[in-house]
């Protein structure tokens, strides 16, 4: 019921739990295939689990600057660190603050690089009245005990690939 309601509430089709959102984070990788030595898109400034996710199945983490008015990703430098080894771009809604995620987008649509956010601490924020978990091919949310909805620990990925949801469970 809770998977139901947090898809609802996000505006995807497909939400799984699992016990944080590191491990969320991890299946993502996993699901989408990325191998040892990929280089997976992220931002310089942020919780040391996105990286860590990228460690985890021993790819390669790209750090990426940010930009001053939403501390997340910056556009114009992602597009200038996508390389033919670049699978994955991974930016992270900071703090409750929605990234430049549409210009994020495109750069990954143009490149057809799947786009993974990193949505741990921005359950609700809003763009245009888009909720952030809605832009990118799937979102990861965290419920730690410093989060916007917490459940004491876990975490969740709403998508809105039947696929990739089959992949995940």
């Known amino acids: ?26 299946a993502t990788l996993i699901a989408f295939g990325i191998k040892p030595n990929d280089e997976i898109i992220v931002p310089s400034f942020t919780f040391i689990a996105t990286a860590n996710w990228v460690q985890m199945v021993k790819a390669k983490p790209k750090f990426v600057d940010i930009e001053e008015d939403t501390l997340g990703l910056d556009p114009d430098k992602v597009k200038l660190a996508i390389s033919r080894k670049t699978k994955m771009i991974m930016p992270v809604h900071y703090a409750g603050l929605p990234c430049k995620i549409d210009k994020i987008m495109d750069i990954a649509r143009n490149y057809k690089i799947p786009l993974i956010e990193d949505a741990a601490e921005s359950l609700g924020a809003k763009i245009n009245k888009q909720n952030v978990g809605t832009f990118g091919d799937l979102s990861v949310f965290s419920f730690a005990g410093n989060k916007i909805l917490t459940t004491g620990e876990g975490g969740a990925i709403t998508t809105n690939s039947k696929s990739i949801f089959e992949k995940l469970k």
């Open 1 to 26: 019921q809770f998977e139901k309601l947090l898809a609802s509430y996000v505006g995807s089709k497909y939400c799984l739990t699992f016990n944080s959102g590191t491990s969320a984070g991890h």
